[in-house]
């Protein structure tokens, strides 16, 4: 910030990082943390007069899904890791921003860095930046989730030495190797946290004749969900109606059925890590060897998967100190240091026009 009316803008401006993700969406500012951390779930009223009038969003809106009369919808505007909706996708940032930000009294316009999953478009990424300027910002900045879950992991990113970072999310699963501030290898696959959640649904209907909701699905996945074999593996009771008799029905099953119903979702994670370390020059290899992969994400948070990775590559495999919300911490961080900041645009900006 060389010029003197930035510096003062500084002063008084909140700078805002934001973790735009698939299921959840966290909101950092700068010198008070992670103040928001909601569900990225808007509800819509279809009935109303104005198109799509919003009724809730987030953690109000979450609470609505499967339980609304036809008039309402509950949605995610973004689905495996990209914008399904603009307008409700920016009517949420609009609504993030806007209750970090206020009114408040002299306060100056925010500036804003939003983590984006690596597959959205240019014409998805000028909406969200759109979004954040008309939601307040003075200048909005885009950066894809595997670089900031690294920057927020502790990596050493800008320096001359490989690191990997796997983000395992709602909607997609990025695989990225990184060195000198720029992402080298990097992969995108739509198996992440939903998939899993849709395997247990699929593996209760085949085997139990039992309909489960995601909510019960995610539950089994967080309770007893494994990658690897337990040390002691715990059961559980699934709750849902009968498919046959149309009644309710509860069913117990064991971590190592849920672990038969992940093991297709894993896998294909498995090999996304093995084909971007295929990918990957040798001397980051080397580094890669030395320091280890770093998992995060909440699908790192699923038992015994640093070990199954461990075993599959042959390398040090570790989850981040704080997996859930690297990526917003890597946002914050980003506006700490102006000249990072700048990098980070300046990469952005030079990746959409090789594109």
Do not use: C
Not at 47 to 55: A, F, G, L, P, Q
Not at 149 to 171: F, K, N, Q, R, W
Not at 252 to 266: D, N, P
């Amino acid at each position: 910030m060389n010029n003197p009316i930035d510096w003062l803008l500084g002063l008084f401006s909140l700078d805002i990082g934001i973790d735009l993700g698939t299921a959840n969406t966290l909101v950092h500012v700068k010198n008070r943390g992670i103040v928001i951390n909601e569900p990225s779930v808007v509800a819509i009223d279809i009935s109303s007069r104005r198109r799509n009038k919003v009724k809730a969003i987030g953690s109000e809106a979450k609470e609505m899904v499967g339980r609304t009369p036809s008039h309402i919808v509950a949605i995610r505007p973004l689905q495996d890791g990209v914008i399904s909706d603009f307008d409700v996708t920016e009517q949420m940032i609009h609504h993030f921003i806007g209750k970090v930000h206020g009114n408040r009294i002299g306060a100056a316009r925010p500036r804003v860095v939003i983590g984006i999953p690596s597959g959205v478009t240019e014409v998805e990424k000028r909406a969200v930046r759109d979004a954040a300027i008309s939601a307040g910002a003075r200048e909005a900045g885009l950066v894809e989730e595997p670089m900031a879950a690294a920057i927020g992991a502790g990596l050493p990113v800008t320096e001359s030495v490989g690191s990997m970072i796997v983000d395992i999310g709602g909607g997609t699963t990025e695989v990225a190797v990184i060195s000198l501030g720029g992402i080298v290898v990097s992969r995108s696959i739509r198996v992440a946290g939903d998939e899993m959640n849709e395997d247990i649904i699929n593996y209760a209907r085949q085997k139990y004749n039992l309909l489960i909701g995601e909510r019960m699905a995610e539950r089994a996945k967080i309770d007893i969900g494994s990658a690897y074999p337990l040390e002691r593996e715990r059961t559980m009771i699934l709750r849902g109606r009968n498919l046959i008799t149309g009644l309710p029905e509860a069913v117990e099953v064991s971590s190592v059925e849920i672990r038969e119903a992940l093991s297709g979702s894993v896998q294909v994670i498995v090999d996304a890590v093995k084909a971007t370390l295929d990918e990957t020059p040798p001397e980051l290899v080397a580094d890669l060897m030395e320091y280890g992969i770093v998992l995060a994400g909440g699908g790192a948070l699923l038992q015994g998967l640093a070990q199954r990775l461990q075993d599959e590559t042959r390398m040090h495999v570790y989850v981040a100190d704080n997996p859930l919300t690297a990526v917003v911490m890597g946002t914050g961080m980003i506006l700490e240091k102006p000249e990072f900041y700048r990098e980070t645009l300046t990469s952005m900006q030079r990746k959409s026009t090789i594109r």
